[in-house]
């Protein structure tokens, strides 16, 4: 399976989530720490699912970047 993951930077490092999974979080560092531990996080996540006997949610999630004009001011 293959869930959207959105990464953000911040002032004092990166965290992801999972839209697909709720609550699926990782924080870290860097950029590819933070990508390493949501992978763990997504499988974890799962087996604990399974192991609760829940059904695993399907990837759902799609992203796009959308540009937008910066000096754009609504009416």
Do not use: F, N
Not at 32 to 48: D, Q, T
Not at 55 to 67: C, L, R, W
């Amino acid at each position: 399976m293959k869930y959207l993951v959105v990464i953000e930077r911040g002032a004092e490092g990166w965290g992801a989530q999972v839209p697909g999974l709720p609550g699926c979080i990782a924080a870290a560092d860097t950029r590819e720490e933070v990508l390493h531990l949501i992978s763990e996080a997504i499988a974890l996540h799962v087996e604990g699912l399974r192991e609760a006997g829940e059904s695993i949610p399907s990837p759902s999630s799609e992203g796009e970047i959308v540009e937008v004009d910066a000096a754009y001011k609504p009416a």
